[in-house]
């Protein structure tokens, strides 16, 4: 496939530019802050975002207002709800695929939280713990605001009345259903995260410790052919993964659900 790559002098997008070229893909179109950005739609099928919101601004403007059908996939995070309108837009006429983290494990277990957020219910208090290097932008980790939405959701709840990021000094009491943030940022930490459910007198703890940024290079590049064949409209990684859950699901129903388990035990 050809593909171009935004942010293609960053961290990120030297391990996407390596990881196309030993799949066997053309990298097309190298852009970073000294480009034009106009240079990332030329004779490719296929655009991969690592960059800063700025230039996932200007790109998704660049886009819209030229009318290019060029499916695009966006990791950068910290984009604000105007980028949001912008990717919306531009997913009229483009598939577009955006996910905080492009890890296929990453969203197995968004679904465990949520899976778990709804089954242990607000008796249980939910905690994000994520960890990232001393150089990243944005706090918290997209990843990390996924985690906090995906529990909301699961609870009936609205994110932002219950996401608590600031704790310091004399702080109120807990309130019920809320979502509490803690962030470390140091030394060259690839990116942890991990969710809390505390409950009275028991706790359930479910993390990811990302050992290397080539998996979401990896997780980039693997839905490249996948997105390219999609109608327009804006996909996330559970679309990805889709035709691989839902069989899980169904298996996981019937193993508890439709056998009596403890009496084969
Ligand atoms: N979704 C995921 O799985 C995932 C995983 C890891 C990271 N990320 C996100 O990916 C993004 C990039 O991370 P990184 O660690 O690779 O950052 P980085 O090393 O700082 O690289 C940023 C890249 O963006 C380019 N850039 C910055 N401003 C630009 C502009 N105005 N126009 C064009 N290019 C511009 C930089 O070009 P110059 O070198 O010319 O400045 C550089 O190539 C961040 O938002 C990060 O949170 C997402």
């Not at 799949?23 to 000294?34: A, D, I, L, Q, T």
């Not at 919101?53 to 660049?62: C, G, N, Q, R, V």
């Not at 995070?77 to 990717?87: C, M, V, W």
């Not at 942890?192 to 050992?211: K, Q």
Request: aromatic letters at 10%.
């Amino acid at each position: 496939m050809k593909i171009s790559v935004l942010g293609a002098t960053g961290v990120m997008g030297s391990s996407v530019i390596s990881t196309a070229l030993q799949n066997g893909h053309v990298v097309k179109n190298k852009v970073s802050s000294k480009d034009r950005i106009e240079d990332l739609f030329s004779d490719t099928e296929v655009i991969i975002d690592f960059s800063s919101s700025i230039a996932t601004e200007s790109m998704l403007l660049y886009a819209t207002d030229n009318k290019k059908t060029i499916p695009i996939i966006i990791g950068t995070t910290g984009l604000s709800k105007f980028h949001d309108e912008l990717i919306e837009k531009y997913s009229e006429f483009a598939p577009v695929f955006r996910s905080p983290n492009m890890s296929v494990a990453v969203s197995i277990l968004n679904i465990a939280v949520y899976m778990l957020s709804q089954a242990l219910g607000d008796d249980f208090d939910a905690e994000i713990f994520e960890k990232h290097h001393r150089l990243k932008k944005d706090a918290p980790s997209g990843t990390a605001l996924m985690l906090g939405k995906t529990i909301a959701k699961a609870r009936g709840h609205d994110f932002l009345d219950m996401a608590n990021f600031v704790r310091y000094g004399v702080v109120a009491p807990r309130k019920r259903g809320e979502i509490g943030f803690s962030i470390q940022r140091c030394g060259n930490a690839v990116g942890e995260h991990r969710v809390n459910f505390v409950g009275a007198s028991e706790e359930i703890v479910i993390s990811h410790n990302a050992f290397s940024r080539k998996i979401f290079a990896d997780g980039a590049i693997k839905v490249a052919p996948w997105i390219k064949n999609q109608k327009p409209g804006l996909y996330s990684m559970h679309d990805y993964t889709r035709a691989m859950i839902l069989p899980v699901v169904q298996s996981m129903c019937e193993y508890f659900f439709e056998s009596n388990i403890y009496a084969e035990a």
